[in-house]
């Protein structure tokens, strides 16, 4: 089946730094990408949409500024927590959508300290 | 707005015993149905689906699902469970085909043991 790759499957920072995940469809193009955000032991919350080449249209009260969403090509997408805080330490998982499938990646476990 | 519910947050059980795991959704409109495993640290692996046709589904490891309409249900079952099962299972259900607003469970952890 087609791979979705996350990098970096592991992040430390520090509060208030900027921290940037890549979610990569590695052997097909995906129009489309979502991100999704878990916190422990709960399920995932989708966060955005993500469509190559438009503005991500972001979920009820997730903050847009916060969390910056590009997807500038075909197979990649990013997401950017902009002055990360503690509370948004977190799973943070991509996935992308390719004619009637949903491939995942890895996810991204992003702790701040 | 479509929704999901688990009711199992965790399932014990032994090692080549059958095992269910129960999911009811919510929906006013036409669904289309998952299944998905996450083992732990990593992103979900798509079991199975339901999206028309015949309503008993089967899937990869064993792992089948049965859609029930009238009981908005769409349990998840294996005859067999395996050590390498345990694993945390996720229910999923959207009214789209592009997988807009896929909607997860509150997941199952499966806990199988010797």
């Known amino acids: 089946g087609a791979v979705v790759s996350q990098h970096p499957s592991w992040v430390i920072c520090k509060s208030g730094t900027s921290v940037k995940i890549e979610c990569r469809s590695l052997d097909f193009q995906a129009t489309t990408m979502f991100w999704y955000r878990q916190f422990p032991k709960q399920s995932l919350m989708l966060m955005a949409t993500s469509n190559e080449g438009s503005k991500a249209t972001y979920e009820q009260g997730v903050e847009k500024d916060k969390f910056l969403i590009n997807h500038a090509s075909l197979t990649l997408s990013t997401l950017t927590v902009t002055s990360a805080h503690p509370e948004d330490s977190s799973f943070y998982i991509c996935s992308a959508y390719v004619t009637g499938e949903l491939f995942f990646g890895e996810g991204s476990r992003l702790t701040v300290l | 707005a479509q929704s999901v519910t688990q009711l199992d947050s965790q399932v014990p059980v032994f090692e080549e015993a059958p095992v269910e795991l129960r999911c009811n959704y919510s929906?006013?409109?036409?669904?289309?149905l998952f299944w998905y495993v996450q083992y732990p640290n990593q992103g979900l692996q798509l079991l199975l689906k339901y999206l028309s046709g015949s309503t008993l589904v089967k899937g990869i490891n064993g792992f089948e699902a049965e859609f029930n309409k009238s009981q908005t249900s769409f349990h998840l079952r294996k005859p067999s469970v395996h050590i390498s099962d345990t694993a945390e299972y996720f229910c999923a259900v959207t009214t789209n085909t592009g997988f807009q607003k896929l909607v997860f469970g509150t997941g199952t952890r499966l806990l199988v043991s010797p």
């Open positions: 929906s006013s409109v036409s669904v289309y």
